[in-house]
């Protein structure tokens, strides 16, 4: 644990941290390996920074989710499964 | 089921179709709806989306003796793609729905309505930059952002659905986000992290 502008500093942890930073946001990382990166950002200022910032943009993304989805349509939706059930059942 | 032999391309009806139709219900009909928003991402037409979406079930319904039960998601969008690359012989391909469309929908209730304790805390930036800076990027930037923040896929799927590696799904979003970033930067947000 460090304090002031240590916390700052760069170190090598960060670089490996850096590159996965995507993938951890994604929870697309393994278990272990997200342990490490949390206790990472937790511990480094700058790095703890970086994520929050692409948490943000993620976290804004998602809740614009309604506007940026393809419109559903139900009844194509309804049209389908019922197509779908056709097959399993015709053949 | 993964263990049946089937002819290649040659659908036995008598013996398998059980266990064809029980396969078919449990890795194909859950995913349908997002088949359905992946087919309208490609095509951005709800006719051509609808059309392809009913060929990828014919072919997935006809593959599924060569499916081992893993990766539903993976195996059909990959599924989706190579029927669209078919179906879109003679036409443009496209891999996401009219952006004009969508960005002339722009909510007017702008931060209104809304809410949620972690999205709060987050402190969300407002719409209209994120979706200017969204409009900002290349097309192949916009379409990895989409795919992953907004319709949820893993990264995997992603690959498939696009036909690229992991790797490149990786590279590309980082890239997306960084170009994202800096736009919602111009714009006046983001700066040190807690704008
Ligand atoms: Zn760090």
Redesign the interface.
């Known amino acids: 644990m460090m304090t002031g502008w240590m916390q700052r500093l760069f170190r090598p942890e960060c670089h490996r941290v850096q590159q996965v930073m995507d993938a951890w946001l994604d929870g697309e990382l393994p278990v272990d390996q997200a342990h490490r990166v949390a206790a990472h950002l937790a511990d480094c200022e700058r790095c703890g920074i970086e994520a929050d910032t692409y948490r943000r943009v993620k976290a804004s993304l998602a809740a614009l989710a309604p506007d940026l989805r393809p419109p559903a349509d139900p009844d194509a939706l309804d049209r389908l499964r019922r197509f779908a059930e056709d097959l399993t059942t015709s053949e | 089921m993964g263990r049946v032999v089937v002819d290649p391309g040659v659908?036995d009806?008598t013996v398998r179709?059980d266990q064809?139709?029980e396969a078919?219900?449990v890795h194909?009909?859950p995913e349908?709806?997002l088949?359905?928003?992946m087919a309208?991402?490609l095509t951005?037409d709800?006719h051509d989306?609808?059309d392809l979406?009913?060929d990828t079930?014919?072919r997935a319904?006809r593959a599924l003796h060569r499916f081992d039960g893993r990766y539903p998601r993976s195996w059909l969008l990959t599924i989706l793609r190579n029927t669209n690359i078919n179906r879109a012989r003679k036409k443009r391909p496209v891999l996401v729905?009219d952006e004009h469309a969508?960005f002339s929908?722009?909510?007017g209730h702008g931060s209104a309505g809304?809410e949620g304790a972690?999205?709060e805390a987050?402190?969300?930036?407002p719409?209209g930059a994120?979706?200017g800076a969204?409009a900002d990027l290349t097309e192949d930037h916009r379409t990895i952002?989409?795919l992953?923040?907004?319709?949820g896929l893993?990264?995997r799927e992603a690959a498939d659905l696009l036909g690229i590696p992991v790797g490149t799904v990786?590279s590309r979003?980082?890239r997306a986000?960084s170009a994202?970033?800096t736009g919602?930067e111009q714009r006046g947000h983001?700066r040190?992290?807690?704008t």
């Open positions: 659908a009806p179709s064809r139709d078919f219900r194909v009909l349908l709806q088949l359905h928003a309208m991402r951005r709800p989306a609808e979406v009913q079930l014919v319904y729905h969508t929908r722009l909510p809304r972690a999205e987050l402190n969300r930036i719409d994120v979706l969204l952002v989409l992953v923040d907004v319709d893993a990264y990786m979003l980082h986000r994202l970033r919602l983001l040190g992290g807690t």
